[in-house]
């Protein structure tokens, strides 16, 4: 994996020439008090180092005559790693990860200036740390307080994100690989919940094994906090709660994913507790089921990534007006988002290093065109939120719809004839859930 960061890096720096990046690692977390979350490097930062530790920094400059990648991090403490665990420290830093030159982090503020100094640009991305902003933004001043002297230094900062992130959005064999097995444990925890959901079981029991099976293969655990919604609490976008008892007649939404070395699945099916659908449960799933399929089949190169969004939506508007629940013509209700109240989200997102991943959705008024090797979730739904008023125009909503919630999500492949569905293992049509 070594040689592939650095050909990431290698990449990236024939893009910023003579400019010189600068990537701050993610912080730790606070808990509760003195106790952490498990540490999570930032994506960026992982993507071109492959360093999981926190208070590193990583420089690189290609233009630099001796040191093109730099880390500063935490130098090696028997102390301190006795409680917090092992540090690679500065020699490490260098050997295990490839680094030309590393310096214990206190250094920061002391050697930052030689790599800055002879650069045209920082690159750099503003973030949530505004201690560290700010210290950037003065190193910048003192350079450019000196500039005349030298006649070199950064006239400008620019964000990393348009070139790391164009990168990112394009997935090598060896990141598949680890999406292929973070998927491949999430559709075996959605096959387990199928199997073991039934009435009088609670949502967290539900929650529980499928999260078992995620770290008992080996994941990390949850990529996002797992969705486990029975009933109306499948209305609920967000819901996580996961402590209600499952009842004969419900649906149960159930959007979970693991996170494998990284790499993240994001998997919704939603199918009846006690193994039947009801008339109304069927009719809006077939809905969203088509919704889905027909999204998907616009997953391929060469097409634009608002067309997914776009059939699921007229597909959804078509079925709701085929049930009565909204009234018109099908192009003014889409026009004039008519099917907002029941379908308030997107169709999906960009799926990689983070569930909500990198890269651009739309290019102004240029649509994104979808390449080999993205990968994206297609997850459209239909929630009928209980005491929905309807449009002044539109008709009451009927209460046999009230409190239905679906969502169908898998996580697809942009390949380069059309698409692989990585989550395809999880059954989603209606006789394949019915028991
Ligand atoms: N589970 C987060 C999402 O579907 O976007
Ligand atoms: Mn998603
Ligand atoms: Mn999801």
């Known amino acids: 994996m070594q040689a592939e960061y650095r050909q990431r890096r290698e990449q990236f720096m024939a893009k910023i020439g003579t400019g010189t990046a600068i990537f701050r690692s993610a912080p730790s977390a606070v808990m509760h008090n003195d106790v952490e979350y498990a540490f999570r490097q930032d994506s960026d930062f992982f993507y071109l180092t492959g360093f999981n530790e926190p208070e590193a920094v990583a420089v690189l400059a ?35 990860f490839g680094a030309s030159e590393a310096y214990p982090i206190a250094e920061l503020d002391e050697k930052l200036p030689q790599y800055l100094e002879k650069a045209d640009r920082i690159y750099y991305h503003l973030g949530r740390d505004r201690i560290f902003n700010e210290n950037l933004l003065k190193h910048w001043q003192r350079l450019m307080a000196t500039y005349a002297k030298r006649g070199t230094g950064p006239i400008a900062i620019e964000d990393t994100g348009p070139i790391l992130h164009a990168m990112r959005q394009i997935k090598s064999p060896a990141e598949l690989k680890l999406m292929y097995k973070a998927s491949a444990i999430s559709v075996e925890a959605h096959n387990y919940a199928r199997e073991i959901a039934q009435p009088g079981r609670y949502e967290y029991e539900i929650q529980a ?69 009801t008339a109304e449960q069927k009719a809006l799933y077939e809905i969203v089921l088509e919704a889905q399929l027909q999204a998907i089949a616009q997953v391929k190169p060469g097409n634009g990534y608002n067309t997914i969004h776009d059939t699921a939506v007229r597909v959804l508007t078509e079925g709701l007006v085929e049930l009565g629940i909204l009234k018109g013509e099908v192009d003014k209700l889409i026009e004039e988002q008519k099917y907002k109240p029941f379908y308030m989200h997107r169709t999906g997102h960009w799926l990689g290093l983070d569930v909500h991943d990198v890269g651009v959705y739309q290019h102004g008024e240029s649509a994104q065109l979808l390449q080999p090797d993205q990968v994206l979730t297609v997850e459209p ?25 679906i969502r169908i999500e898998d996580d697809v492949l942009v390949t380069t004839t059309g698409n692989e569905v990585l989550t395809a293992g999880v059954p989603k049509l209606v006789a394949e859930l019915e028991k």
Request: proline letters at 7%; glycine letters at 10%; one cysteine or more.
């Open 209 to 277: 094994e499928m999260e078992r099976i995620f770290r008992l293969r080996g994941g990390l655990g949850p990529a996002y906090p797992s969705i486990v919604a029975s009933g109306s609490n499948a209305c609920v976008l967000h819901y996580i709660e996961n402590n209600r008892l499952l009842q004969d007649n419900e649906l149960l939404l159930i959007d979970a994913g693991c996170a494998y070395d990284y790499y993240n699945a994001d998997i919704t099916r939603t199918f009846p507790v006690s193994g039947k659908f």
């Open 381 to 405: 739904g239909l929630y009928i939120v209980p005491d929905t008023k309807p449009a002044e125009d539109q008709p009451e909503i009927d209460p046999r719809w009230s409190g239905i919630g």
């Open 62 to 96: 290609p233009h630099h005559s001796e040191h093109q990648f730099v880390l500063f991090v935490q130098p090696k403490e028997r102390e301190k790693e006795v409680w917090t665990g092992y540090r690679c420290g500065v020699e490490g830093a260098k050997e295990l």
